[in-house]
């Protein structure tokens, strides 16, 4: 919560002990000049006084007295609020007992210097009170409406408020909080200024001041057409919200993805997500949509229309799952006709949670491409004990440099959970680099490039460089292993 500290004046420590100090001075000096250290007893400025500088002293010594009670009132309250965890006196509180100092020291002064009753001056007083707050009951109303604001702690400068209106949400920020308004902030940094009154009465929810660990939780609805197998893709929605869990820190680990509704044969799927109150809602929408898009091409679902494809059409199922796919790994340097003969040949392999997918030190010469699921890269640590070091999502690509250059393969690779891979072999590869030698070198730059990520450079000039040899020798291996077999 924010602490008002620094919306008040407050005297430095040392120059309010001096204050304090002066007080006492001031008796004193009274005391010598006219008997009594309180000014006020030797004065009646109704009948007038022969002693200017006695009658002076005696109202300079009400100044001083209300000047000084109001700092240490103050300095108390500040004082209160930077040791206080929880609860915190608002500035707006501070000023108006501020008010009340000054006005009972002046009402004090008034019925001592001249000399009146206190009954005579109260009712003189509520009389004119009345009149006040009937002409000022506008900005009255607006102070007890920033009261209320900030002493039941419903709102702190640099809160997230999610305000519903017309069935619609919007997201703002409190930037300020005075004694009429309060000053909002939109995400896209638009200030609104809005009266105290008709703060209170919006319908708002403060996702700041949620139990710890609660964000801000949101939800969207999209649609596809009712022949894609719903169960899929919930399946394949839920996996994809778990890959922007873990790749953006900004999104907490609860989601929920369902069936909302089904008309004209399309059918509606509804998303909640939790994510960091200052996230712009169609920033984070767009995050979610980027990742679900990415794996539904993934897993062959046509998303260029509203109709799936049709299984009387010509592609297969796993000719589907690379054409839609291709472009996320190493084969997008593939043109039109070399990825069609490439998805002729493919063949498709399904693998249970669990399943080893790829052994370290094995020669083989076959790549993979997730097409559903996700598969969990494991190193051995010093003990022997298999740690996982990466997760593979779908459309990433595993087993390129083994296909490529006949490396043995680095890493074990397990199946996370239940998997379908596309498998790419050398076989399969080899025509299309016979017929086009210039995807050789491609290859290779594509596969330095990941190498030169996985690894630790000195500067950028160093790195450049590096990538350019490493290119060259992944070049050189490629050129070897498949010439080999002429």
């Known amino acids: 919560m924010s602490v008002p500290n620094s919306r008040v ?11 304090i100090a002066l007080n006492f001075g001031l008796m004193i000096w009274l005391d010598k000049l006219a008997d009594s250290p309180w000014g006020w007893n030797a004065t009646d400025l109704e009948k007038g006084s022969m002693n200017l500088l006695v009658d002076g002293l005696a109202i ?14 103050r ?13 915190h006196v608002p500035a707006i509180i501070i000023q108006l007992s501020s008010i009340l100092v000054y006005s009972v020291v002046g009402l004090v002064a008034y019925v001592l210097l001249y000399d009146h009753s206190f009954s005579h001056i109260l009712a003189t007083l509520g009389a004119l009170s009345v009149g006040i707050a009937y002409i000022f009951r506008d900005l009255i109303a607006e102070v007890v409406s920033s009261i209320t604001i900030q002493a039941d ?7 997230w408020l999610e305000v519903s209106h017309d069935g619609s949400k919007e997201y703002l920020q409190v930037k300020e909080i005075d004694h009429r308004m309060v000053v909002l902030k939109n995400i896209f940094g638009l200030t609104t200024r809005m009266y105290n009154q008709k703060f209170v009465g919006m319908s708002f929810i403060n996702l700041s001041k949620q139990d710890e660990g609660v964000w801000s939780r949101r939800r969207f609805e999209y649609q596809l057409t009712a022949r894609n197998n719903p169960e899929r893709i919930l399946a394949i929605m839920n996996l994809a919200m778990t890959h922007v869990i873990e790749t953006h820190p900004e999104f907490k680990s609860w989601h929920f993805c369902s069936l909302a509704s089904i008309q004209e044969g399309a059918i509606s799927y509804l998303v909640l997500y939790e994510c960091l109150p200052e996230v712009v809602p169609y920033q984070a929408q767009s995050i979610i949509l980027l990742s679900f898009i990415r794996f539904f091409k993934a897993a062959g679902v046509n998303l260029n229309r509203l109709e799936a494809q049709h299984p009387l059409e010509n592609f297969t199922d796993t000719q589907n799952r690379l054409l839609d796919s291709y472009e996320l790994g190493i084969l997008r340097l593939l043109n039109n006709e070399e990825i069609t003969a490439l998805s002729n040949v493919i063949k498709t392999k399904y693998c249970y949670a669990g399943q080893p997918i790829i052994k370290k030190g094995a020669e083989e010469d076959w790549m993979y491409i997730i097409s559903e699921g996700c598969l969990e890269v494991k190193i051995a640590d010093k003990t022997g004990e298999l740690k996982v070091v990466a997760t593979l999502w779908p459309g990433d690509f595993v087993g390129e440099m083994s296909m490529l250059t006949g490396a043995v393969r680095s890493a074990d690779v397990f199946a996370k959970t239940n998997v379908i891979l596309l498998e790419v072999s050398k076989e399969n590869i080899a025509p299309l680099l016979d017929s ?3 995807l050789v070198k491609q290859f290779s730059d594509v596969l330095a490039q990941r190498q030169a990520q996985n690894e630790t450079f000195a500067t950028q000039d160093g790195k450049d460089n590096t990538i350019a040899a490493a290119s060259k020798s992944i070049t050189a291996k490629i050129l070897h292993f498949f010439l080999k077999k002429k």
């Open 60 to 73: 300079f010594q009400f100044v001083l007295l209300a000047f000084t009670l109001d700092q240490i009132m």
């Open 75 to 87: 300095f108390s309250v500040i004082r209160y609020n930077t040791l206080s965890q929880k609860v």
């Open 9 to 19: 004046f407050l005297l430095p420590k040392t120059i309010l002990w001096i204050v």
């Open 436 to 438: 086009n030698p210039e």
């Open 153 to 159: 702690r419903l709102v702190s400068i640099n809160d």
